[in-house]
Each structure stands twice: as C-alpha cells, then as structure tokens.
C-alpha cells in the first residue's frame, strides 16, 4: 500500500539547504494545518532568533531532552515533533521543567520545533492509514470525516478483504508495528479464534473516536480501563498497541517525502514509548 503520494520533485540533497519558511510550506502541502483537530496545538512551536537555512530534519514522536541532544549531534536545524512539545501554555521558560528546558535549547541552539499532530492523522495516506496497513482490507473510510476533505478525518473503519480470526490479527499487529507483545481485551463471549471482519482504528489515544463505532474490534494505541470494559462488554475485542507505538513507524514513512525537497531528514533513534514490558 502507497501511503503517500510524491508530493515534491526530488533532488540530490544540498549542503545549502532552505529557507525555514519554504520547509514548513511544503510540510504543508503533505498535510494542510487546517485539517488538525480544534483543540490541537499544530505548526510552528518554537521559532529561534535566527533564520538560518534548514539542511537537516530530525523527526520524532516525542520532544525530550534526549531527541534535543540528538538533534544538536546530527547538526538538525528543524526538529518535527509529531506530538506537539507545547500544549498547555507554559507559564516561565526556566531550567526547573525539561519541557521549559526543551524550548530553551532549542532557542539557544537554532533549532526551530514544527509539529504536524492531528493532520497527519487526518490526511490519507498518513499516520491512521500506516496503521491500517497492518491489515489487508478492502475498504477504508474515515470514522469521523473532514468537512473539508471527506476522503480525510479521524480515525479509519475498515473493512477486511476476507475475515481473519482474533489469533491472526494479532499477529498481523505485531508483525507491522514491529512490537513483541499487545494487551487485548477480549470482547464478551469471544475467542481467539472469533472472526474478525470489520476493524476501527485511531492512532494514539482512541477513545473519544471509536466510541460505540460499529466494529468487530478496535485498534489504538491507549484506551483507560473503563473505555476497554465498555467496549468488550458489548462484545467488541479491543487491541492496544502502545499510545506511540501506533504513530511511529509512520516517521519512515514521511522520511522521504520531506527528504525529497533536498533535505537530509533523519529519524530519531533515541525517540520511544515511555512503556515497555519487564
């Protein structure tokens, strides 16, 4: 499955770089702001003092102070941050928070912040669909659809070329995700044997998306412990991934579209879950 379209011409990447401004505009012709949701806190996050021209993006799920180390070793001059570094406004910039700490590196260090968040979830052939890519279906639509783009939106309803059972599944998850283990709830009466037909899906936290959406299972990233219970208890089997473990692997995906405007683009390799398995 092609997730992306080649959006710029490619070609050999250049020393000299570009402008900041003509990488956000063509991180835009990927996927317009306009399609994040309301409440996202999307675009430019952190601007420096100085205009330098952008040769190297470092891509990331997650802005620490660890990605802002690695970002000054590779010599980035733009760190896309999928998940937004300032969401609830920040009241000081000092050194006592690693979120003030993060921006004021950047600062000092030249290091612009972009974070795409919800219209990359929203555009087709992005985060949503690399994770229903996990799956052969035959159709895919969003759950709740762009007024704007009907082709885009939140969340993704699919529906299976041929049922598989609950055991494949899992395993299909597993084996695209690149994950060893998933939690599963196991929908009333069910099995892991149990035909599974139609699957909706939200990338990340997934809860508001597919509430009572009509499906044989849910895919996502974190749900809470009543949102499971609700679902199973209707007989809906709930597969959880990991909250950034089901936004990852979508990084190489856009790797090469943002590298194609002649730009080195590299993806962090110090960027993880903050969950794992002992």
């Known amino acids: 499955m092609r997730l992306l379209s080649n959006l710029w011409h ?17 991180l ?3 996927a317009p702001l306009r399609l994040a949701e309301p409440w996202d806190n999307v675009g ?10 952008v040769s190297t993006v470092l891509l990331t799920i997650d802005l620490t102070e660890d990605v802002v180390a690695e970002a000054q070793h590779v010599g980035a001059q733009l760190i896309v941050s999928y998940h937004p570094n300032i969401f609830k406004p920040l009241k000081s910039l000092t050194q006592s928070s690693w979120k003030e700490r993060v921006v004021v590196e950047c600062i000092r260090s030249n290091i612009a912040v972009y974070s795409p968040h919800t219209s990359w979830d929203a555009i087709r052939g992005g985060v949503n669909d690399w994770l229903g890519a996990a799956l052969p ?27 598989l059972s609950l055991r494949q599944v899992l395993a299909l998850v597993k084996t695209h995700i ?5 939690r599963l ?47 199973t208890q209707r007989g809906v089997h709930v597969v959880l991934c990991n909250h950034s473990d089901s936004e ?15 730009l080195q683009v590299k993806v962090s390799e110090v960027d993880r879950d903050c969950l794992t398995t002992i």
């Open 248 to 262: 990852r692997g979508f990084l190489k995906v856009v790797q090469p579209e943002i590298a194609a405007a002649g």
């Open 44 to 53: 430019l996050l952190v601007q420096p003092e100085r205009q330098a021209q």
């Open 28 to 30: 835009q012709k990927i």
């Open 178 to 182: 690149g994950l060893g283990y998933l």
């Open 185 to 231: 709830g196991l929908g009333r009466g069910g099995s892991l044997e149990s035909q599974v037909g139609t699957v909706a899906l939200c990338a990340g936290s997934g809860a508001t998306v597919l509430a009572n959406v009509e499906a044989d299972l849910y895919l996502t990233g974190e749900m809470s412990h009543h949102d499971v219970l609700e679902a």
């Open 137 to 163: 279906h035959s159709a895919s639509r969003p759950i709740l659809p762009s007024a704007e783009r009907p082709d885009a939106g939140a969340g993704r309803l699919l529906t299976l070329g041929e049922a």
């Open 10 to 26: 490619s070609r050999p990447f250049s020393t000299m770089g570009l402008p900041l401004k003509s990488v956000l505009d063509k």
